[in-house]
């Protein structure tokens, strides 16, 4: 049985999660950004995987990129199949 206590702990203080969440987005940013000013000419590093790492990090947040423009206003395309004999025997 959990006690009041933990609960309570839960809910106002900050997880061990989020502090790591924290610490791997700050380290995922401070990488890519030495990486690609180019401070450390001799630092050679797969770049999409820490960038991958920062990612994840911020989605963890909520942190999400925003789409181009019209957003929720894009038409599907229209797929015109009249001239085609696609599946047809």
């Known amino acids: 049985m959990a006690s009041n206590n ?17 610490m791997v987005l700050f380290w995922s940013a401070t990488l890519l950004t030495v990486s690609y000013l180019g401070f450390f ?33 894009k038409k599907p395309p229209i797929i015109d199949n009249k001239d085609t004999k696609a599946g047809i025997q």
Not at 11 to 16: L, V
Not at 43 to 66: C, H, P, Q, W, Y
Request: with cysteine; net charge negative.
């Open 6 to 22: 933990e609960e309570h702990d839960e809910k106002e203080g900050i997880s061990i999660a989020d502090v790591v969440k924290c």
């Open 41 to 73: 000419p001799q630092m050679k590093m797969d770049n999409t995987f820490v960038a991958s790492l920062l990612t994840g990090a911020m989605a963890s947040f909520g942190i999400e990129r925003k789409s181009n423009g019209n957003g929720g206003n």
